[in-house]
């Protein structure tokens, strides 16, 4: 009796490392999808006659110009980054980030492939950069100043043109109402795709630093 439960501890104790095993494995391959999508799209021709054709449909919320909108609802996309235009579709495509019309856009019809997430994201990276139209009312902007050369210029840059190679996204003249959204959004937990860092970095922020980053690097593109 005693040799037969402690088989059947053992087999349960096998099956519960092989559930595990597969689960650990399974969670491993999802995790790495979007990193092989990645390097596909990076990969991929860079067509950027089919992007101008894709945009078309971009351009119903993003704008002719990818200018988007002041009211912080749709961002500025001109001139970005390539990977990192690459990497934010991508993160859309596998829920690394969160709004039902990019998820939309990423997963269906209009980008089936990795080379037109190439095609497209070449196409919006060579726009030429838009005058600012959204910042904010300027009352804690000094103080974001000091606070992003302090906490966010050794990555964003001093100029906020961020890192191409790094995947760090140009900030410089991204609507105020926009950046204010997304910083609340990473403390909140509704971008998944934010450094754990970054998230513990922006936790110690107040109003006066939310406002106030977010209005400076909105005037910097204006400089």
Excluded at 17 to 42: C, D, E, H, I, R
């Amino acid at each position: 009796m005693i040799a037969m439960q402690f088989r059947t501890r053992a087999f349960k104790g096998v099956a519960y490392l092989l559930v595990l095993g597969a689960a650990v494995s399974a969670s491993g391959y999802a995790a790495s999808l979007p990193q092989q999508k990645y390097a596909t799209v990076m990969k991929s021709p860079r067509d950027v006659a089919r992007g101008q054709q894709l945009f078309q449909a971009c351009a119903v919320c993003h704008g002719p110009s990818g200018a988007g909108s002041g009211d912080g609802l749709v961002p500025a996309i001109a001139a970005q980054h390539f990977q990192v235009l690459v990497r934010q579709l991508i993160d859309y495509r596998y829920s690394k980030r969160w709004d039902p019309r990019m998820e939309s856009v990423a997963r269906g019809h209009m980008l089936p492939d990795a080379a037109a997430i190439a095609a497209v994201a070449s196409y919006v990276s060579q726009l030429p950069r838009q005058p600012v139209i959204g910042v904010g009312d300027g009352e804690f902007t000094a103080h974001g100043h000091r606070v992003y050369e302090r906490m966010c210029a050794s990555c964003h840059g001093v100029d906020g043109q961020g890192n191409a190679s790094t995947t760090v996204p140009r900030i410089a003249g991204q609507h105020y109402a926009y950046l204010l959204r997304q910083l609340h959004d990473a403390v909140d937990n509704r971008r998944p795709n934010f450094s754990p860092e970054h998230v513990r970095l922006l936790k110690g922020f107040q109003y006066a630093e939310f406002t106030g980053v977010a209005d400076y690097v909105a005037r910097l593109g204006a400089q």
